[in-house]
């Protein structure tokens, strides 16, 4: 194939996925990431073609399309999801309920020249949720995914029986020299090494973003430009997706690598409402008029501390501790609460540890997000109790918390290989909103894409706004899909 062959496939291939890179929603994705949760400007993860010897072995050890030539690579894999199950309700007059997941689409990735980095998904989702995911459902959003489309024929709309439709999409193209490196696309930046984050998490919606980097030695800072979109409608009270309100944010970041097993990083954030709100009478000790118009903000920091190890000769393991803060602004404090009127106040705390070797992975991870982190309730100490003061711009992007599924959470994976191909994992996990332990097998099939078949056992136990508990049981076959637990 010749240059212009090359080029031509290339053009191809974005003709069909483009839309990857500019969609508002976005599709759960296999991320690189390194050992302190950082995500490079490049993370293309390219296999060179198969040398097997038949074309039944070629197949399972390599992409499902590849117009790759010389110094130029594009592939082209598979995103699918197909799974059927049973739930069982503890109580005996509930009926057995039926629930199903089908995700369908594609992932690219592409390298040009040996200098740019380009990657993208596009897909499709719908389902029949299980009860847990139905508080989310019914709310039209999906963990990950964004707003979602609730309901069919006028049914299926209840937390027990919750049908949900929902698209997403995730792109970048990024580049480095080793140095300086700069990206932008659609992505959920995750700060951190844990699931859950001080800042941005691994279950957040991904964002259009816009980065510039610079690493030397044991420093490593970055600072970067995000829109996020809130699930309200702005003044116009149109119904068009593109009048939700939107909130511009700014993020600077600095990692230190102070010893070779203790890192530190610390954020900046500044979030900032495009809406403009008015300002009732009464806050004038606030020093705003009747009218005047003000954008809500917020600004916090968030830090972490992140202890590196080995175990077992060829075992890799980090202890991380996590803490945002809420700063600036007038003195506030939560409604209701008996703390004192201050500047700053305590939002998101977070501790884990991550053991990984090459046969088995443990996470123990507990977070906890603050009643401050939300957009109206605070009392403001120069206002009368009953005088609500401004509000706060919140974290939360197409509906979804940006740093947690839940408000606290705590929570333990495993997972252990089996033999070359077989896995077997467990979650136990205590939220807000229950108790829920998992138990899944599965079988890889294809290790590129990767394609695996999987078996899964579970129970709930209600905690919060879930009526009753249940058990279920499921099956179903996987192409590079992470679950939303």
């Known amino acids: 194939m010749s240059g212009g062959g090359i080029k031509i496939n290339i053009l191809r291939t974005f003709a069909g996925l483009a839309v990857a890179f500019f969609a508002a929603t976005y599709g759960l994705a296999q991320t690189t990431q390194d050992s302190t949760g950082h995500i490079p400007a490049v993370r293309t993860q390219i296999t060179p073609p198969s040398q097997a010897s038949t074309w039944w072995k070629r197949a399972g050890e390599q992409h499902l399309l590849d117009f790759s030539e010389n110094k130029s690579k594009v592939v082209v894999d598979p995103i699918v999801q197909v799974m059927v199950g049973i739930v069982q309700f503890n109580t005996p007059e509930r009926k057995d309920l039926t629930i199903w997941d089908n995700i369908r689409g594609a992932r690219f990735q592409a390298e040009l020249d040996e200098k740019f980095y380009i990657g993208g998904e596009l897909l499709e989702r719908q389902g029949v949720a299980e009860p847990l995911l139905g508080l989310w459902a019914v709310q039209n959003r999906i963990p990950g995914w964004g707003r979602s489309k609730l309901g069919r024929d006028n049914s299926w709309n209840t937390v027990e029986q919750a049908y949900y439709d929902v698209s997403r999409s995730r792109g970048w193209t990024g580049w480095s020299n080793g140095i300086w490196s700069a990206d932008a696309g659609i992505d959920a930046m995750h700060f951190g090494a844990g699931r859950a984050s001080a800042l941005i998490s691994k279950t957040a919606v991904p964002a259009p973003y816009a980065r510039v980097g610079l690493k030397r030695k044991n420093h490593r800072t970055e600072v970067s430009i995000s829109q996020w979109m809130s699930d309200q409608r702005g003044p116009l009270g149109a119904t068009a997706e593109s009048l939700l309100k939107r909130s511009h944010v700014s993020t600077l970041r600095h990692a230190w690598e102070i010893k070779p097993h203790w890192t530190v990083q610390g954020a900046y954030q500044f979030i900032r409402e495009k809406s403009v709100s008015s300002a009732p009478a009464g806050w004038e000790t606030l020093g705003m008029s009747e009218n005047d118009e003000y954008r809500a903000m917020r600004h916090s920091l968030a830090a972490e501390s992140q202890l590196h190890f080995r175990f077992l000769s060829t075992g890799r393991a980090v202890i991380f501790v996590q803490q945002s803060f809420d700063i600036g602004g007038n003195n506030r404090r939560s409604i209701g609460s008996n703390d004192s009127f201050r500047k700053i106040h305590a939002l998101t705390s977070l501790a884990g540890m991550r053991l990984e070797t090459k046969c088995f992975e443990l996470i123990v991870e507990a977070y906890r997000q603050s009643d401050v982190a939300c957009a109206t309730c605070y009392e403001y100490e120069a206002l009368a109790p009953e005088t609500s003061g401004p509000q706060i711009a919140v974290f939360n992007h197409a509906g979804m918390p940006t740093q947690g599924t839940w408000n606290e959470s705590v929570r333990i994976e495993g997972s252990a290989k089996i033999r070359n191909r077989g896995r077997l994992s467990a979650i136990a996990e ?56």
Do not use: F, M
């Open 430 to 485: 205590q939220s807000s909103a229950a108790t829920s332990v998992q138990i899944q097998s599965t079988y890889l099939i294809q290790h590129t894409w990767p394609l695996r078949l999987q078996c899964s056992i579970g129970r709930v136990n209600p905690l919060g706004n879930l009526e009753t508990g249940y058990h279920w049981y499921s099956i179903g076959l996987c192409a590079a899909v992470s679950d939303w637990k």
